[in-house]
């Protein structure tokens, strides 16, 4: 059975490589969200392998906030991809416990070592 991800993304560019980049690896996808209530919908409804998320999203609410509230209601790995995190942003991450992080820009080959190491470490 193909694992499921659920990408959490509001650059539409970089949405669509994620998610090019692992159709054409054989994991499938249970969709794109752009903010906080969106994927938080999508996380539930899917219940994905893995969540791929940026920290800045659209929304009153970010990314780590998002993270928190999916670890908590459904315990779900998490992938951070961004491209800037401060002190702040780190030291909330930590807390959370995430199964990695990508910087951005994304290059495929970190994406897929970072996801599959997420997937076989949770």
Excluded: W
Aim: proline residues 4%; hydrophobic residues 40%; aromatic residues 4%.
């Amino acid at each position: 059975m193909k694992k499921r991800i659920l990408i959490v993304e509001d650059e539409p560019l970089i949405a669509v490589s994620v998610y090019e980049t692992l159709l054409q690896n054989g994991y499938a996808i249970c969709g794109i969200a752009k903010n906080y209530d969106e994927a938080l919908s999508l996380a539930g409804n899917g219940l994905p392998d893995l969540v791929l998320l940026d920290i800045n999203i659209h929304g009153d609410k970010d990314g780590i906030t998002l993270a928190e509230d999916i670890k908590k209601l459904y315990n779900i790995p998490l992938l951070f991809v961004t491209g800037y995190t401060d002190r702040t942003d780190k030291e909330r991450i930590k807390k959370i416990v995430p199964a990695g992080h990508i910087s951005k820009p994304v290059k495929k080959k970190d994406l897929l070592s970072a996801v599959e190491m997420a997937l076989n470490t949770e």
